[in-house]
């Protein structure tokens, strides 16, 4: 007996995601709970598990096509081992297509096209970048040897495309090769998001300075320190622990505004989300009770969420109930920037580099480490005074973290 297994519901309102690879193969044995297909949400990419021990039938959804949660995923044919999970359909062995009506993929515009053809010949890279620049190979005659694809005869057919949908050929000379990517997945979805939170939230930035040079030498000694061995450790610690010490003195910053039901709720935990680029789009990893957590624990989280988050295998546990966000380019934070509210959130903090200044202390010109911190706030919720009165209670423990935190 075959059995269908149909896209999860993987919670957090997913309806649909993207096939970005699959990790088996038709015809190949798979063991129970072994991950057979890469699927990119709106929320993250995550690994899909075989319920059931067998072998794979036939694959439905091709690379950068779109599938509904509920529709047919893949058909397994079950060992005697394999147990059937409660509630899932199943079909004969000798129906090798899936019947009318059964399967939702919803392919990307152009994949529509597509009929039952014979397999196009081209290496991984050229179908790799073929899918960056949103053409189909089916629709390509390959100019290689066996008919093969090349990455020229993708450019021929982009350069075929532009000038096919352009206007008449003038008398001037072509500026350069245009480079499409497809607008999609997490990029797009965050997008939306961070545009949502441009048109709901009244945005308004306070930018303040501060002295880090004790921070610095703090954790400059941990690290020489023999606890310190083998320790990731940034200065975001530090500063999460800080920011804590501030949303319990002006809870309104760790709330979020329900504006259909005209309330604001303010949240009594206190779970940093940290905006991460990746090379999927931006995404936000949360940090969760930050204030039950000492400064090595954080550490350890953080660089396990960052790692995750670069090889695109952040858990969808992992980017929920955020409270508050930070955003932080690290060495290359700059010197100011105006950040976007991680919306229903209120407020979001600008960490921006550290670097030597010339300070005047006491009277006399020194060298200190110095940093810029940027608050943007939602002022129907948080106005520019608290927001304010926030970056300045937390100033002091940053700039004296072994005594205040």
Request: net charge neutral; charged share 25%; aromatic share 4%.
């Amino acid at each position: 007996m075959a059995f269908e297994f149909r896209f999860p519901d993987i919670g957090e309102g997913i309806v649909e995601g993207e096939v970005v690879r699959w990790l088996v193969k038709e015809g190949e044995s798979i063991h129970e709970d072994q991950p057979i297909v890469e699927i990119m949400t709106d929320k993250a990419t995550v690994e899909i598990p075989s319920p059931v021990k067998g072998r794979i039938a036939k694959r439905i959804g091709k690379d950068g096509e779109m599938i509904e949660v509920g529709a047919i995923l893949v058909v397994i044919e079950e060992t005697e081992e394999g147990v059937k999970p409660p509630g899932h359909h199943r079909a004969h062995t000798q129906s090798k297509e899936p019947q009318s009506g059964q399967t939702k993929v919803r392919s990307t515009p152009r994949d529509k096209s597509k009929t039952a053809k014979e397999p196009v010949l081209a290496t991984p890279a050229v179908r790799r970048l073929a899918r960056q620049m949103g053409i189909d190979l089916s629709e390509i005659q390959g100019s290689g040897r066996g008919g093969r694809v090349t990455r020229e005869d993708l450019e021929n057919h982009q350069s075929s495309m532009v000038r096919s949908k352009s206007a008449p050929v003038q008398d001037t000379p072509a500026t350069g090769k245009v480079e499409t990517l497809p607008y999609r997945g997490v990029r797009k979805k965050m997008g939306e998001h961070l545009m949502i939170s441009r048109r709901k939230a009244a945005h308004f930035t306070y930018v303040e300075e501060v002295d880090a040079t004790e921070m610095v030498l703090l954790r400059k000694r941990f690290l020489e320190s023999d606890k310190g061995q083998g320790i990731r450790l940034t200065y975001l610690p530090f500063i999460l622990k800080a920011i804590v010490t501030g949303l319990k003195e002006f809870p309104l910053l760790n709330s979020s505004l329900d504006e259909e039901k005209e309330v604001i709720r303010i949240k009594h935990y206190y779970n940093i989300g940290i905006a991460s680029d990746t090379p999927q789009g931006l995404i936000v990893p949360v940090v969760k009770q930050v204030d039950k957590k000492d400064i090595l624990q954080l550490a350890q989280e953080i660089a396990q969420l960052s790692e995750a988050a670069s090889a695109g295998k952040t858990k969808l546990e992992d980017l929920r109930d955020g409270t508050f966000t930070i955003t932080s380019l690290g060495a290359l934070g700059g010197v100011l920037a105006t950040p976007i509210i991680n919306y229903p959130e209120v407020a979001i903090l600008g960490i921006h580099k550290i670097s030597q200044k010339p300070v005047v202390q006491n009277g006399q010109i020194v060298i200190r480490d110095m940093m810029n911190l940027s608050i943007t706030s939602d002022h129907r919720v948080v106005d520019g005074s608290m927001a304010a009165q926030f970056l300045h209670h937390i100033i002091p423990a940053i700039e004296d973290p072994e005594q205040k935190l």
